[in-house]
């Protein structure tokens, strides 16, 4: 597998995922595959869909968990990071840090991207995850995107992306996205979206957790429509327990979704630690690694706050993380 595998990029063995993932978390991959462009990427997934190796592809490694035990078979890591502009079109690799693309995107004079400065990671991996923040997510800005399934290059708009609240068909149903164009507007006073941007950075500062390494936002914010057992719906149980004029409340229910890092202050975990694992004090829905943390004490962490919000308040919290390998 290893002269294979070099016919197409650097190959390190053993590489430790801690080395790329921004949560500094995880074991050995089997084999790292450096690749240079996306051509490349397509005629290596071909083999190895051929050979039914396992495969991952590593974006920013960032909205991810890697297991201690690591990944036993192929780690990829695209190093086309390309962004071109067009008018109000922008194209970029896969592999294109969402932040660049955002500043770009801005000194070409487009607006409309400039929550995207907020957003760590991979452009590819922002649309996998339909990534989003200050009110904006990937659904809103992408106009199509060149995707490998099965075999086949497939070019796919917009609509056919099934995009959903930070998901998307290619994290429900495979498929690896290799470009992405964005259809943006053209700014009249690029001033406005500068400023935009030092304010989505300064909120994004002041409220996350900064200086630590963490894996971004662990949960998906709770849906108030979704119905959960005995067919209630997360809106009902969260009148049960607080009263509907309180102005946390009412923002909630003006984005039709409960904040995640809310709920487990209500259940006063914040600063819960296992290990060198730590929940912000800063963010609820983050967790920061102290120094050397294991994904076991990261699961931990997650499984107590999913069983004391249950048991609270009855609301399923579910992972927005990807968790990778066995644990
Ligand atoms: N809040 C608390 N305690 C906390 C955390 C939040 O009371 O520990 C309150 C805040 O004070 C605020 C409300 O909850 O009134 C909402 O908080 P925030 O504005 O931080 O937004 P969020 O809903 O917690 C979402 C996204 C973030 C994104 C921010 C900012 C999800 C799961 N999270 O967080 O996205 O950066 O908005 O736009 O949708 C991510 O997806 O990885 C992510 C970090």
Redesign the pocket.
């Known amino acids: 597998m290893y002269t294979e595998l070099k016919k197409f990029g650097k190959v390190k063995t053993d590489e430790p995922l801690s080395k790329h993932t921004t949560f500094k978390i995880g074991g050995p991959a089997k084999y790292f595959v450096v690749l240079e462009d996306v051509d490349v990427l397509v005629e290596l997934l071909q083999y190895l869909d051929g050979e039914g190796m396992p495969y991952f592809l590593l974006g920013g490694g960032s ?1 991810m968990l890697a297991s201690d035990s690591g990944f036993d078979g192929v780690v990829i890591q695209i190093k086309d990071k390309t962004i071109h502009i067009d008018k109000n079109t922008v194209e970029a690799a896969a592999g294109a840090i969402t932040v660049e693309v955002a500043q770009q995107s801005m000194k070409a004079g487009l607006t409309g991207f400039e929550w995207g400065v ?1 957003v760590p990671g991979t452009i590819g991996g922002a649309v996998r995850g339909n ?4 009110g904006k997510e990937m659904k809103d800005d992408v106009l199509k995107v060149l995707v490998y399934k099965d075999g086949e290059v497939l070019e796919v708009n917009n609509e056919a992306c099934g995009f959903a609240y ?1 998901s998307s068909l290619f994290k429900r149903e495979g498929g690896i996205v290799l470009k992405v164009f964005l259809s943006l507007e053209i700014g009249e006073e690029n001033l406005d979206a500068k400023k935009k941007m030092l304010e989505f950075l300064k909120y ?1 500062n002041t ?2 957790p900064q200086g630590f390494a963490s894996t ?2 662990i ?3 709770a849906e108030l429509d979704q119905s959960t057992e005995l067919g209630k719906t997360n809106k009902e149980k969260l009148f049960a327990h607080f009263d509907e004029h309180d102005e ?1 409340i009412q ?1 909630f229910l003006k984005v039709g979704k409960i ?4 709920l ?2 209500q259940v006063g975990l ?1 600063g819960y630690t296992v290990g060198q694992a730590q929940i912000s004090q800063r ?3 983050f967790i920061v690694n102290l120094g050397g943390a294991k994904a076991a004490d990261v699961l931990s962490i997650i499984e107590t706050i999913q069983d004391r919000v249950y048991n609270e308040y009855g609301i399923e919290m579910e992972e ?1 993380i990807q968790i990778v390998g066995d644990n």
Do not use: D, I, L, Y
Request: aromatic share 8%.
């Open positions: 909205n907020g990534a989003g923040a200050m930070r994004r409220t996350q971004g936002c949960f998906k914010n946390k923002q904040s995640a890092g809310w487990v202050e914040k963010h609820g829905n927005e």
